[in-house]
């Protein structure tokens, strides 16, 4: 069993920024792609950031030059850094991955963590 665990949330002021990060646990043979999504009240789920096990990122365009990911693959461990938050981007936040148990070696299946809240103040 796979288990992701978020953390670094909380409340800033607008203008601020924040660190998320998101680690992963258990029987992981490999774990492929990593993300970030998000889901404020009332709506959708949506990505916000990406990153494959080489390195290469993917960003919504409400993202785009204010977060970074990255990620520690000996830790197994996605990070998101939030700059300049604006309160249209307080969600909860969740962490996505992609991951080959030792006892699928050959079968990514999606794990989703339980979510780490994010509230911008203007």
């Known amino acids: 069993q796979v288990q992701l665990v978020e953390s670094g949330g909380g409340l800033v002021q607008a203008g601020g920024s924040l660190r998320l990060s998101c680690e992963a646990s258990?029987?992981?043979?490999?774990?492929?792609?990593m993300g970030w999504y998000r889901q404020a009240p009332g709506k959708e789920r949506e990505l916000v950031a990406s990153i494959t096990s080489g390195g290469s990122a993917n960003f919504a365009d409400s993202a785009k030059g204010r977060f970074t990911i990255s990620r520690d693959n000996a830790k197994n461990t996605v990070y998101l850094q939030m700059n300049s938050l604006k309160p249209e981007d307080t969600a909860r936040y969740y962490c996505?991955?992609?991951?080959?148990?030792?006892?699928?070696?050959?079968?990514?299946?999606?794990?989703w963590g339980q979510g780490t809240l994010v509230t911008v103040s203007s």
């Open positions: 996505n991955a992609a991951v080959a148990t030792s006892r699928s070696p050959y079968w990514f299946r999606e794990v």
């Open positions: 258990g029987s992981i043979f490999s774990i492929n792609d």
